[in-house]
């Protein structure tokens, strides 16, 4: 793994975790020393991402202070578009999930932050390995999705309504 890789993964686990993440841990999870986590921080700082250290590990300081749930409806070939919807306005698609009519309320987290993550999941996806949540439920479900302020939420569900992407909640 390249080190921009490795950054990109250590930013993705620390914006992922509600606790702090130990140096050791994401030495131990990367198979590198310590040293060169200290050295990754530093260069995902530089990058302006605000990092805290605190004697229990790293914490990535991006408080979420919104979070909304919406329902949508697509094709499976649109969800790269709804998925790159969110994360181009600011938004993270924190979870997916549907409500059957037989199981109840089945959901998956995503965590899905950005355009790399989307084409990640993509991969995923189209391996073949399993199929969409929303294929149980004729391709309604629901997205939990959070974001720094209600404004951006606001321009996230406009664009996903204009898309064609949103339904109206029951």
Do not use: W
């Amino acid at each position: 793994m390249k080190g921009t890789e490795r950054r990109q993964e250590i930013l993705r686990l620390l914006a992922a975790s509600d606790i702090p993440v130990s140096g050791a841990a994401l030495a131990s999870h990367f198979s590198v020393s310590r040293q060169v986590i200290v050295q990754d921080m530093a260069l995902i700082r530089a990058e302006r991402n605000d990092i805290i250290s605190t004697n229990r590990g790293y914490m990535l300081n991006n408080p979420v202070n919104a979070v909304r749930v919406v329902k949508t409806f697509h094709t499976n070939e649109e969800i790269a578009d709804e998925l790159n919807t969110i994360v181009d306005l600011g938004g993270v698609a924190v979870d997916v999930f549907v409500r059957h009519k037989v199981y109840g309320l089945i959901k998956a987290e995503l965590n899905i932050s950005s355009r790399r993550d989307v084409n990640k999941f993509m991969l995923d996806i189209k391996s073949g390995k399993s199929s969409p949540l929303k294929d149980v439920t004729s391709g309604y479900h629901y997205h939990t999705i959070s974001a720094d302020s209600e404004e951006t939420l606001d321009l996230i569900e406009q664009e996903l309504k204009e898309k064609g992407f949103l339904c109206e909640k029951q």
